[in-house]
C-alpha cells in the first residue's frame, strides 16, 4: 500500500480538506439567507475520501459524484470562487447557473457531474471507464456514492460489467450509515458490503474514510491496478456525516450524542495531530494557515455573491447541440 | 386529523391516507424515509402518523430501490393487496419504468384479465422552488400516453384529499401526481371519494375557457380574475385526471364560450394540452370561433437559477396573452 506520507504531501491534504470544510460550513448559512434554492447537502465529517481519492487522480480521470458533490468536485481540483457560484446559480458559475447543487460538471477536470438521482453516477464512471477503455487514454473513473445508493439495481449491473470487461474504475462507496434518514442498520442486511463487490468479481477493501492517508493508499493501489487494465475496485469508506441530509434537516433519526462521539475520530484534527507530531508544522503555523484559508474561502463567497444572474435567454440555450438539426 | 374542513394540501393528503388505511384493511403503504423524515412523514409530511396508528407492517421504510418497488408493489397488488408507494420525486420513477409500463400497466390485458392491479403510485411533479432539473419535471402526459394506466393531477387540496381515495379503491395501476409547490395551498375539503373522469369547473365565463390543471390551474384563475377587469369572462376548467378523462365538460364550455386556451406545466410540445385541443378540434370543429391556443413548458430541462426557471414555465401573463390571442 502507498502510505500517504506525513511530509508536505500530508500538509497539502490537511490544507484541502480544512478549505473544503470551511466552504461546505457556509452552505446552511448560506440556505438560511435564502440564496441557495432548492436542497444543499454538505459533506462536513467526509472530506478524507474526497480529498484522499483525489489525491490519487490526474485530471485526465473522471470522477461521476453524487447530490453530497461539493466536495468530491472541490478536491478534484474546481475553483471554489465558480462552484460555490453555481450552488448560488449565478452566471459565472461551472454551469452558468442552469445546474445548481446537484448538477456541477467540470469538463476539463473530468467531473462528470455532481447528481440529483442516487445511484446514477455508477453507471456513469462505468460509462467514462469503458469510453476510456475504446479510447485507450489510460485514464481510471470514479464513481463515489452512498450507502443508500448501494442498494440501487444499478450497482450490480456496473458491477458484472466492469468486471468481465476489466473496465478502469474504482467504486468509492461513503459509507455514513445513514440514507437521509434511513439508517444503514435497517437497510440492508449483510453488513460487509464488501461482500457486494466480491460476488461479482471486483476486488473489494473497507477502510477508515476519516483517515486520509488509508483512503490515499487505497485509492493509489485501486488506480494502479485500473490503469494496468486489471478492472474495478470497490473501497467502502466508513465515514460520518456531522450535519444533516440537507440544510434545513429536523434530524429527528438520530441523537446529538451520536453526532458528538463522531467528531471525536475527525478527519482534519487526526491528521493535524500527526503532522504537529511529524514536526511538519506548529499549532501556530497551523493557525496562520487555517486563517488563510478562511479568507480564500471568504474570496470565493464574494466572488459568487458579486457575480450576476444569468441572463433570461440562456433558459433556452444548450438544449440541442449547436449546428445540429434542432 | 379528518377531512371535512379548509386544510393545506399535505394535509388532506395526510387525512385521505389515514381514511384509505382504515377503508382497506388489504392496503399499505411504503416508501422511501417516509416515517422518520423532516415532519416524520416524508418529505411533505403526507405519511404522518400513519406509523403510529397502523404499524411497520402496513407503513414501511424501503431502501432506496425505485426499479424493484415499482416491479414489486404492482406484482403485490395483482396477489390482492393495495399498495400505495411513495415515490419522493416523480423523475426517480424513471428508474423503474419497467416496472410501472411492461409490467403493471399491461398485466391486465397480457393475461386476459385475470388480474386487477390496484396499486397507486404517488409522488410529485412541477416546479418552483428551486429543485433544478432531476427534481421539477412534469410527467403527467408521458404517463398518461401509456394504456393501463390511470393518471390523476389534483389541484386543490380538497381535489386532493377526494381523488387519492379514489386512486386507493381503483382496480387500475394509478398514477397519482402532486404538484411540490402546492402542499401548503389552502382550501376547502371534503369527507367524499371523488370519480375519475370528471371535470371541475373552477370559474364561470362565456368569452373563453382555460383547461388548466395544479400550478398552472391557479395562474389561469389569476388571469381569470384579471381579464375579468378588463370585461373578458374567462371559463376555468380543471380536468383533475388526465386519463380518464372528460372531453364532454370541454366540449360544453367551449359551445359557451367559442374559445379555447390549454396550458399546462408539462412540455407544450407533444404535451397532453395538444391531446385536448386536438380532440376539440375533430370533435366541436364547429364550437370554435378561432383556432385553439396553448400554452406549455419550453423545451428546455428545469434550470436552477430562478430567472432561468421563471423563463421556462408559464406564467399567469403567459394565460392573459394566450387568451386575448384566440380572442383577437
Ligand atoms: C433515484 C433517487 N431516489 C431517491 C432520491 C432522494 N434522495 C436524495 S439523497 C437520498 C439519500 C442518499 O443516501 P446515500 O446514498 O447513503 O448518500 P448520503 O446522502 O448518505 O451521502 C435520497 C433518498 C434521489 N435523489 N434519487
New interface residues.
Partial sequence: MTEYQANEQGLAGLKLMAKIREFERRMPLLSEEGL????THPSLGMEAIAVGVSLALTDKDAIASTHRGHAHTLAKGADFGRTMAEIL??KDGYCG????S??IGVKELGVLGT?????AGIGIATGAALASKQLGDGSVAVSYFGD??S???VLAEAFNLAAIWKLPVIFVLENNHY????SID???AQPDLTKRGEAYGVPSFSGDGMNLEEVYGLATAAVERARAGEGPTLLVLETYRYLGHMAG??E??RTKEEVEAAKSNDPIETLLARLIEAGVITAEEWETTSKELFEEVEAAEQFARNSP??D?S???TD?YAKGASA | MSAGKDMVTWRALNAAMHQIMEDHPESFTLG??I??????GGTYGVTRGLLKKFGRERVM?T??????LLSAVSAAASRGTRPILEIMYS??SF?GFDGIINQAAKNRYMFGGQFDVPVTIRSNGGSG???????SQSLETLFAHIPGLEVVVPGTPGDAYGLLRTAAASDNPTIFLEHKNQYYDRGPVGTEAIPFGQARIAREGKHATVVATQQILSYSLQAAEELAAEGIEVEVIDPRTLYPFDMDAVYASVGKTRHLVVGHEAVRDYGWGAEFVAQTVEAAWDKLDAAPVRVGG????I???????E??IPSKDDIVAAVKRTLA
Avoid at chain 1, 115 to 119: L, T, W
Avoid at chain 1, 179 to 182: E, H, R
Fill in positions: 441557495i434554492r432548492g436542497s446559480g449565478r447557473g442552469k445546474g445548481g446537484m448538477h447528481n440529483g438521482i442516487v445511484g443508500g445508493a442498494n440501487q439495481g440514507a437521509q434518514s434511513a435497517d437497510m440492508v434537516d429536523t429527528i433519526y444572474y444569468p433570461v440562456e433558459a433556452f438544449v | 422511501e424515509d416515517t422518520t423524515w423532516g415532519t416524520g421504510d431502501p432506496i430501490s425505485e426499479e424493484v423523475d426517480f428508474l422552488i428551486g429543485k433544478a432539473a432531476q427534481h419550453s423545451r428546455a430541462p434550470p436552477y437559477a430562478q430567472v432561468l426557471e423563463a421556462v
